[in-house]
């Protein structure tokens, strides 16, 4: 949450930090700012409540002049998202000026401390307290600029990624992380910092990658140097990205959500590539082949998630308990940490995550690895936090996505997992052949099949306006749809604030049947497979209630038309990929009633992409 920018070099640094903020806008976008530098003169701060376009408005007509600066898109934890609480913040004699994405724990004690020596904060925040915190051992201590940083950063507590510049040292940046991200890229002269690597792309695709409790050190003449909040040297590796910079763009679509939406046939085909050959019966997973042994082994896998990832995670549990015969259990990692689980040797615990920044299944990862299990991340950010902590994983290959609505990561982490429980069913034995290659068939067919799904989005979207004035909504599906009847249901919530509640089907009549009546649309997954009869059953029951029932089926499905208001039909398929098919009209149905209640699909309200903060 929140993102940072920064830049060092020959060129106006304001046009590049702005576009570099708009790409990080799905951070935050409470409020935004920016600090500029040039040297011999003093620090310029903008800073705004509300988008980098009101940023932007504001700034019109002022001084944007400098080659050194830094930005800030806000996700406001502590204080209102207001002008005094955006960031850049400034040290009380104006010549320090830091930007910060993470939560410093110990501000308040700190804060006290800076109070009682005569420090003057302007804002509620936390970030407040490190640039005076710096200022204070500066002026204190008479050490440098860098010396005063890494003293400050030993007394905090808490996750930090910042970037901060000064006037007395016109010439340098100074950026430092503990779990929150900053990637630097390197230019001809030049250096970008940012949260991840979107701002950065079409610039460099030579990046670093700051570890925890690194401190940057970009001077103009110099370059790059890295220490440790330890004082000790640290040689910067340099890595290449994969990324493309088109991927960022909404080619031609309204929002990214729909362009999302619409990538997903080909986001799969990324993540079979290599991976997967029906025809030749085979399925590996390069990244975790050394591991896979030893997964196959393991006496139980616990997989951690939040959000969408979670709901992946439990359509995992059914694929890998069915198909490979080994105990899942599956955690949101927020209640994982915090509750003392038993972690044993030989436990393998798999972190799903769109991002692979995620602070809740960060930790718990940590926590596992304290513990001696071994991790695997299933990450969709190359080169994420996530994907360098844990021992091996697989990257899904959704490429980026920038709705803060998961779309694509979430159906290619759905495949991701399927091939990882056939390969260790297969490993195992625990699989026949004919079941192997039938489901490798299966898969395989998927892009095509979604192709021909998304023919029906104008149908959908025709369904979608009846309902786009409900104010709640029911969402129900048995085994590996039920998961996706959760998916559903958030997917609705998050972007159209509409109330959705997710159910195993069975459990409706065990509470939520009480809200069913004519006005409450009950989307239902009923497609062709073992659960068929007895969801039809409780269709009846909603019926029988006078809900209105939108019901998912298998292609020339008649038995469920006739008691639906509303079918979308997917095409017949083996039970094993319903839930990857089944997710598409959801997502269809949460887009099209967001858009026609004029919400910002790209970026709903109170939320953000990257959940950095616990
Ligand atoms: C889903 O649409 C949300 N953006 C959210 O639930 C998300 O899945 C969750 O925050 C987890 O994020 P991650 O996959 O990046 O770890």
């Known amino acids: 949450m929140c993102g940072i920018v920064g830049y060092i070099g020959d060129k106006r640094a304001y046009p590049i930090l702005i576009k570099g903020l708009s790409r990080l806008e799905y951070r935050g976008y409470d409020s935004a700012g920016v600090a500029l530098l040039e040297p011999g003169e003093d620090i310029k701060v903008y800073k705004r409540q509300g988008k980098v376009i009101d940023l ?77 915190l710096i200022e204070d051992v500066k002026s204190k201590s008479g050490v440098s600029l860098v010396e005063a940083v890494r003293i400050a950063l030993n007394r905090v507590h808490g996750a930090y990624a910042i970037v901060v510049i000064s006037s007395d040292d016109p010439n340098k940046i100074i950026a430092a992380k503990k779990s929150s991200p900053l990637v630097i890229g390197m230019g001809e002269d030049e250096y970008y910092l940012a949260s991840d690597a979107t701002p950065i792309v079409e610039y460099t695709k030579n990046v670093v990658y700051l570890e925890d409790e690194q401190i940057a050190i970009i001077d103009r003449h110099n370059g790059l ?42 986001a799969i085909k990324d993540s079979f590539r290599g991976r997967l050959n029906a ?16 997964i196959a082994k393991s006496d139980r896998i ?18 890998f308990e069915d198909l490979a015969r080994i105990p899942v259990e599956v955690e949101y990692a927020s209640e994982f940490r915090y509750r003392n689980p038993i972690i044993r040797k030989n436990d393998v615990v798999i972190a799903i995550s769109q991002s692979g920044e995620t602070a809740d299944t960060l930790a718990a990862l940590k926590m596992a690895k304290e513990q001696g299990a071994t991790l695997i ?51 195992r034995g625990t699989i026949t052949d004919e079941k192997f290659s039938l489901l490798l068939n299966e898969l395989e067919a998927l892009p095509m099949k979604i192709e021909k799904l998304l023919e029906s989005d104008s149908y959908i979207k025709g369904v979608s ?21 959760l998916e559903g ?4 919530k998050e972007i159209s604030y509409i109330h959705a509640e997710g159910y195993p089907a069975a459990e409706m009549k065990h509470g939520p049947i009480a809200l069913i009546d004519e006005n409450m649309p009950v989307f239902v997954i009923a497609t062709q497979g073992e659960n068929y009869v007895k969801v039809v059953s409780n269709i009846q029951e909603v019926k029988a209630r006078k809900g209105k029932l939108i019901a998912i089926v298998t292609k020339g499905d008649t038995t469920v038309r006739e008691m639906a208001d509303h079918v979308i039909e997917i095409p017949m398929s083996h039970e094993f990929v319903v839930p990857i098919l089944a997710t ?18 790209d970026q709903p309200r109170n939320l953000a992409k990257s959940v950095t903060v616990e």
């Open 56 to 132: 932007t408005e504001f700034v019109n007509g002022s001084s944007t002049s400098g080659t050194i600066g830094i930005g800030h898109t806000r996700w406001a934890t502590h204080g209102l998202p207001n002008d005094v609480n955006a960031h850049p913040h400034s040290s009380g004699d104006g010549k320090i000026t830091l930007v910060h994405n993470g939560i410093i724990e110990n501000y308040a004690i700190l804060k006290k401390e800076l109070v009682n020596r005569g420090r003057v904060f302007k804002s509620e925040t936390d970030t407040e307290v490190l640039v005076h």
């Open 489 to 492: 249901a958030l997917k609705l």
């Open 377 to 427: 991340g299933i990450v969709n950010v190359v080169g994420s936090t996530i994907s360098r902590v844990t021992d091996a994983g697989s990257y899904t290959h959704a490429g980026p996505e920038i709705g803060v609505a998961s779309t694509k990561a979430f159906t290619t982490q759905l495949v991701l997992l399927a091939m990882m429980a056939l390969s260790l069913g297969k490993r």
């Open 465 to 485: 306006a009846i309902y786009k004035d409900a104010r709640n909504a029911l969402y129900l599906g048995r085994g590996t749809s039920f998961p996706i009847a």
């Open 584 to 601: 598409i009209p959801f997502q269809l149905i949460s887009y099209h009633i967001a858009v026609m209640r004029n919400c910002n699909v």
């Open 302 to 319: 616990i997989i951690i998630a939040c959000g969408t990832s979670w709901h992946a995670a439990l359509v995992a549990e059914y694929y």
């Open 225 to 266: 140097r890295i220490i440790s909040i330890g004082n000790q040297e640290v040689s910067p590796y340099v890595q290449e990205l994969e990324m493309q910079l088109e991927e960022l763009e909404k080619g031609g679509y309204e929002h990214f959500m729909l362009k999302e939406i619409y990538e997903q046939p080909h």
């Open 279 to 294: 025809k030749e019966g085979w399925v590996s997973l390069g990244g975790i082949k050394d591991y896979e042994e030893q």
